[in-house]
């Protein structure tokens, strides 16, 4: 079975600043997804990542691909309170799923 | 704006009973998934669904699931002899191709079951 870490598992920052939230998954896969889940509530899909060198962006959400190292990385810009979730990679055609990524965004 | 919708929001079962979820996806897409999430813990992938036949399947989607497309609108995720394990949020999701041609997954809203 194909292993997915995530970490930080619990990150607060402050607004404004910038921070990485890493994906490492355990065997070659082609293919990563990054979902955001606000408490209690369904799914969001952000990113499909299915190249090494991939770059996907969106708002001040950056998602990245590194298929040889098996890492994925979530970089949050200048992060606003609205961004405040759990976020999840998931790997593969299985979509094994990471942890998660409890994010708090402190005025 | 189109939305997937799962009934009922919430199910409760007795150990044993089998149950069926409910999901209407979309309705001009293709592919359709189940996850399930127990209470403060991860995501597990269940099933894929295309073209009327499983896709892809977990380790977790062993003999105790089906799923069925009954009627060309409806996806259902039968779970047959529920266990007190099975207790968790289940949610649909469908897309309208294949996710690798970078279409994003909706999700419903999930059905909690609770089995006692």
């Known amino acids: 079975e194909l292993k997915v870490e995530q970490n930080p598992l619990f990150l607060s920052m402050q607004e404004g600043k910038n921070y990485t939230i890493y994906c490492n998954y355990s065997?070659?896969?082609?293919?990563l997804y990054w979902y955001r889940q606000d408490p209690g509530k369904s799914l969001e899909s952000l990113f499909v990542?299915?190249?090494?060198?991939a770059v996907k962006q969106e708002g001040r959400l950056m998602a990245s691909l590194d298929t040889k190292a098996r890492l994925s990385t979530l970089h949050i810009t200048a992060a606003v309170h609205d961004l405040s979730a759990t976020y999840f990679c998931?790997?593969?055609?299985?979509?094994?799923f990471g942890t998660g990524t409890s994010l708090t965004v402190i005025p | 704006e189109p939305e997937v919708t799962q009934t009922p929001s919430h199910q409760v079962t007795q150990m044993g009973q089998e149950v069926i979820l409910r999901c209407v996806p979309i309705?001009?897409?293709?592919?359709f998934y189940w996850y399930r999430q127990i209470l403060g813990q991860k995501v597990e992938f269940l099933v894929s669904?295309?073209?009327?036949?499983?896709?892809?399947k977990s380790e977790i989607f062993d003999d105790q699931f089906s799923v069925e497309r009954p009627d060309g609108s409806n996806f259902t995720l039968k779970i047959r002899s529920t266990k007190l394990e099975d207790s968790a949020m289940y949610f649909c999701?469908?897309?309208?191709?294949?996710?690798?041609?970078?279409?994003?997954?909706?999700f419903g809203d999930g059905t909690r079951l609770s089995i006692l």
């Open positions: 065997t070659t896969s082609d293919r």
């Open positions: 999701a469908s897309s309208p191709l294949e996710t690798a041609t970078y279409q994003p997954q909706h």
């Open positions: 998931a790997v593969g055609h299985q979509f094994y």
């Open positions: 309705s001009n897409h293709l592919y």
């Open positions: 990542l299915l190249s090494n060198g």
């Open positions: 669904f295309y073209n009327n036949e499983i896709s892809e």
